[in-house]
């Protein structure tokens, strides 16, 4: 199986089912304070490396970063090789899709708000000023175009890609399970520290890739001889 929270298809069901539940129900009400917490989160003072550390972390999530990365495991592990263009088939999936539901749903990135004073979370603002509502941020389905970058922010292409890589890593390589969760944390936190995406875009990305990794593994597949278990 390419995911697994358990020992058996039930226990992989039940808990992915509940990790998913919990980011949604998660998102659902950062949802209101969306802007709020975005705002909050890159005025907060992080130390220059800590910063810069998040930063980089983002080729973890990013489709160059990720390539770069699976290409070269592709190059020098021959033995897990197909298990590696599995995962690696599993993570252009989950991205393509988040892509795609991006596309239908416009939303201001949170960088557009730059010149926008931001809310009571910031101590020197001007009380007399008002702060857009988070839901204002919404747009009409399908009445954007395409290529508008700074409407696309719901749901994060890089979460869901970040998440992916951890699951798809994890297939092959299960002592890093950890790492490969850190990783993709970290990639996700750079996405609301970069105002690229709200707190609710990165929370929905979470259950999006799961479902598709539970499809995934209900897949029937042939165990090549060559792979390690």
Not at 149 to 174: C, D, K, N, Q, W
Not at 176 to 195: D, E, N, Y
Not at 204 to 223: D, Q
Request: aromatic share 10%.
């Amino acid at each position: 199986m390419l995911f697994h929270l358990g020992s058996s298809k039930k226990k992989t069901l039940i808990g992915s089912t509940l990790v998913a539940a919990v980011a949604l129900i998660a998102a659902m009400v950062a949802l209101p304070w969306d802007l709020e917490i975005s705002q909050w989160v890159r005025h907060k003072h992080i130390p220059g490396d800590l910063r810069r550390f998040i930063h980089l972390m983002e080729i973890f999530a990013h489709t160059l970063g990720c390539v770069m990365i699976l290409s070269t495991l592709l190059w020098i592990d021959q033995r897990n090789r197909s298990k590696l263009w599995e995962a690696s088939l599993f993570v252009l999936t989950c991205g393509i899709l988040a892509n795609l539901a991006k596309y239908l749903i416009p939303r201001r990135r949170p960088a557009t708000y730059d010149s926008e004073i931001w809310s009571w979370l910031n101590p020197d603002r001007d009380p007399q000023s008002t702060f857009p509502s988070s839901w204002e941020a919404w747009g009409t389905p399908l009445s954007e175009s395409w290529f508008n970058e700074s409407i696309r922010s719901f749901p994060s292409g890089h979460t869901a890609t970040a998440v992916a890589m951890a699951i798809g890593l994890t297939y092959v390589y299960p002592r890093g399970k950890i790492l490969f969760l850190f990783m993709a944390s970290i990639a996700a936190l750079q996405r609301l520290v970069s105002g690229s995406h709200y707190l609710s875009d990165i929370l929905v990305s979470i259950p999006l890739t799961l479902m598709v990794a539970l499809a995934w593994a209900w897949l029937p597949r042939r165990e090549p001889p060559g792979d390690i278990t």
